[in-house]
Nanobody, 127 residues
């Protein structure tokens, strides 16, 4: 199993930036493909970015493409989500997710692809 702890959320004005971090427990972090998801009030949870085990492949939802960047540092057991040009519609609770299935280059683009979840961190973008 892996435990995930997110940090870096907060309140930011539209057009601003935030960087989320997700620290994972254990010594097999590179065995997990990772993702960031978000859930806004009244909406379903969606995967907004994902990265393969070695970091070679990434996925972005259309709504964040060109503004968000996912990266990972396997030596630090950490995955990041750099969020630029934030919009009020980006306001949500952001969750880190991990999964051990799939090949080395595969990314998980659906919430059902992931077995482990963090507790979430709130991101609020004011207009």
């Amino acid at each position: 199993q892996v435990q995930l702890v997110e940090s870096g959320g907060g309140l930011v004005q539209a057009g601003g930036s935030l960087r989320l971090s997700c620290a994972a427990s254990g010594r097999t972090f590179s065995s997990y493909r990772m993702g960031w998801s978000r859930q806004a009030p009244g909406k379903e949870r969606e995967i907004v970015a994902a990265i393969s085990r070695g970091g070679f492949n990434t996925y972005y939802a259309d709504s964040v493409k060109g503004r968000f960047t996912i990266s990972r540092d396997n030596a630090k057991n950490t995955v990041y989500l750099q969020m630029n040009s934030l919009k009020p519609e980006d306001t949500a609770v952001y969750y880190c997710a991990a999964d051990r299935d799939g090949g080395w280059l595969q990314v998980g683009t659906e919430t059902d692809d992931y077995d482990y979840w963090g507790q979430g961190t709130q991101v609020t973008v004011s207009s």
